[in-house]
């Protein structure tokens, strides 16, 4: 496996040249300290961690896997050291709560912090990465009281947090679990439940476990509407933060898995476990939402960390392994054979990976520069907009990174041939390890359903324009040298518009359109808004192309994605036009 | 898991119904005693020994995998007798020359045994898959002598056969293998070097293991053109076939893969083993291809029958598992949530499978079919007409089948959801074992570049008209019933004679041309095949249907083809138009 390389070059590109996220630093006032200096610096500490300590060992640890024997979780032996080395580096609270001893900084900055993270090594990433989901949740709905008792010891990464939704007969649909909340005279719970996919529910990286678990109290509605979020410690703290008597949360059995390996996934019984209330009662899915939200880009970044490792050892690979003839003009008849980057379908295959890469990488800045307006711009109208936006881009953060990242990092196992197919090269493993991105926190027709149902036509199609206005933006000053790829895009715009008006027009009567189209409509989005994004960067790179050499490639690369990725969007566009009729002609008995 | 069903009456509807084979073999004299009687019974004993005895065993064969210590490899504990009920039903010899024990049966029914196989357990297929390519090749080139030692014992599964061709260095390009072949005064060779990813180079099923090796004489031109075949067996066996002396060709390590955990891959050192030439000097690649050519149907084979067992366990567990609620007409009030089935996002994941699976089984009898045409019709052209068929479909029944298995594949475990990505289930196993036969016996881009490169340019476009006569063929008599899908299948024609008139166009003057666009060629072409396939078979299932209710829901998947699937071919279109530059913008620098 090549060595891991952070791409300091393109995330320094995006930060300043395109997004120019240090504007809105300094505009707003809980910001004022960030600069692009510090931000870069930060970027680089991160990636030292990453390139010398977490990725080298990534490989042995899917070989070693996570250990289960007597309810007790063992890591692979580097784990305890990279997790170490993260908490005292403060990464696990990157951006929580300066009051707790967070580092408050921008999620535009964190976003990159997690694509090097999940490059490195991605069943170590869900460590701390569930932590901070969990701090952030406590964090906005919790009380003082557990927060202060909570969160500095989650923040330096003392202690780590979980998520625990799902149930043998409940994945999808929370509405239906039976985990029960019995109030107890001192104002706490008694948590009963089984709980499976739970990871990082049990693990020996920290003294202590916070789990936040949704259960019923004894006078819920039935429903998704009954649902409370309960927070519950492996160990009971005393006042003063140090670990006490063990709580009744053990972990019954661990996961066998495709991939991420060293991740524990943890069947956990709750058997009276004492826990307290996070937020409202019956209100714990918003409360849990506010944490699956913040792990959905967190999950499409899984996706990103995968296919940029992937293509680092695709390129290196290709260029180093000589095996046939290429066109004349790039012979190297010096050599036993040319270098595989000479073929043309070999570069189709890498082109598509950076293409992804790079777009995605530019998707995950793009949405956490929204999150970082939508939270601390001092203009309501402007965290307005960005709350549209990130709630428009989320679902599509998640699934379309992912979905594109698989596909990169299947390319990136063909590249190596039959070497690809063997687990030394490591390629296999991001495979793997991409995979469940596409699964958990909500399945990728899931989050289809949410952009389309709940937000497009949920909108009526409203959440839609602040994308479009964007795109518009772009497009309302073309550049000569992009003219063919500029007419694409709005091209390209106007079938979104098209599509999404036939499908509105369907909704009052059709029960079943949303659910039948949703993931064409999702991809269909995606392909559009990476679109905007690559053409956003060429433009932005044109200009600095001498200087910085290493912008070359966005023109060039640009133009790939507009000639070769971007008409999928036609067939994807006739299969929702055809709506859910064809869906629906098969009875029961005619699978 | 599920268990197994073999699909016998889709198997039942092919044969007779839509390719009427029956009527081949009534004309043909050497397969004058094939009846479909007896076609279907052997159907059913293969059908029978799958479901009982391979498929059960097909899990804990993954998890138990081969094992290699001292130059011995270990198979799972049921494999050999997997084995030997194989062999003793004549399986392994199911094609092979009745002269030697084959059964002679026609490709197009062993075609359905390779499926019911390969969704049993791809891993263990692969050592009767093996030893039946080499049967053929040591049929078609080798000396009466070294036939008639050989052929009985493995066609009777006594002995297996591998083919040795890959070496570090050299994997598509075999034209640099540097293997050795010595001449020796008894009129064999010594042949030293070393081969890797050799399928069951080394095991434990059998008394001996015949292998087939590429190596170069001290003559040899250079290149491609200086390689010869040799047959090099494990022990070296006296007159009567009784293994003797150990030959100097060992096991050094069996690799760790992603999957197909139960084949033994295997590193293979030849030490100056004594080896027998087979065919001419120099004309080992030509004999070789022989072997390749048999295979690769059978590696799109495997795609097929990893999608075929998962659309199996997806459909039970879509039937089964209860989640959410569909839309009013499909509610199941009583329960506590709907059966996944009703949800319209699950119905197009599972009728995807279904299209790519039936469509597949359609391709592999279809190209069956000509196979047996090839090989067995007593007029020249017809053999002609179908050897020319062959060669087209070929490529693409390799790679396709095995692109869209995979695809298929990754579909049935998304419907698990977070069950899809654990071990226990076994969707993750298909997904794993699939994923080989994109890479093995020339990648799908390797595919590609012979259909586009050597078949379709190289022939200027004629051999492609057996597949557009056939086409038309079925256009010439629309069925009202299907009028708008035989309109779409009738444009995607109009498509890909444009489209192929364009690259032909550009092949003289862009060396780049056929490697740049070979891969969305080669769907482009496969889609369009499918759709004629899907339709041919909703025409002759419109009139069974009231006898036969299986057939219901092929005019019902065949729509959904045609709206949901076929329209990928717009995408594909656009980029092979685009041609080769927008790969080619890139120095090597700005990758």
Known sequence: MADYRVPREDIQFLLQDVFHVDQDWARFSQLAEVDMEMALAIVDEAAKLAENQIAPNARAADEEGVKFANGQVTTPQNYKEN???????????????????????????????????????????????????????????????????YLPRMTSGQWTGTMCLTEPHAGTDLGIIRSKAEPQADGSYAISGTKIFITGGEHDLTENIVHLVLAKLPDAPAGSKGISLFLVPKFLPDADGNVGERNQVHCGSIEHKMGIHASATCV?????????????????????????????????????????????????????????????????????????IVHGDIRRMLLTMKAFVEGGRAFSTYVGQQLDIAKYSDHQQERERADALVALLTPIAKAFITDTGLEATILGQQIFGGHGYVREWGQEQLVRDCR?????????????????????????????????????????????????????????????????????????????????????????????????????????AQPLTAERPYLASKVKTAKFYMARLLPRIQGLAAAINDGSQSLYLHELGDF
């Open 268 to 340: 956990m019984n709750f058997d009276g476990a004492k826990g307290w209330l996070v937020g409202e009662p019956h209100q714990g899915l918003p409360a849990m939402f506010t944490m699956m939200n913040y792990e959905r880009l967190g999950v499409g970044i899984q996706g990103l960390g995968a296919a940029a490792r992937s293509y680092v050892n695709a390129l290196e690979y290709a260029q180093d392994r000589i095996q046939g003839r290429g066109a004349k003009a790039t012979r190297q008849p010096e050599k036993e054979a040319d270098p595989l």
């Open 436 to 540: 469940i991105a596409q699964i958990y926190e909500g399945t990728n027709g899931i989050q289809a359903l949410d952009l389309l149902g709940r937000k497009v036509a949920g909108s009526r199609g409203q959440l839609l324009q602040p994308l479009l206005e964007d795109i518009q933006a772009l497009l309302a000053e073309p550049q000569a040298e992009l003219a063919k790829e500029y007419e694409q895009l709005g091209e390209a715009v106007k079938l979104v518009a098209s599509v999404t008006e036939q499908v509105l027009t369907k909704v009052a009567a059709d029960e079943n359109i949303v659910n039948s189209v949703a993931v064409e409509y999702l991809h269909l989005i995606g392909y559009v808004t990476y679109g905007y994004l690559w053409l956003r960067m060429a433009k932005t």
């Open 83 to 149: 997790f170490k080395q993260l908490a005292e580096g403060g990464w696990v609270g990157v951006t929580a709560n300066p009051e707790y001893g967070g580092m408050g900084l921008p999620k535009v900055v964190s976003a990159q912090y997690e694509e090097i993270l999940c490059a490195a090594d991605i069943s170590f990433s869900l460590y701390p990465g569930l932590t901070a989901g969990a701090i952030i949740t406590i964090d906005q709905y919790a009380s003082d009281e557990l927060k202060d008792l």
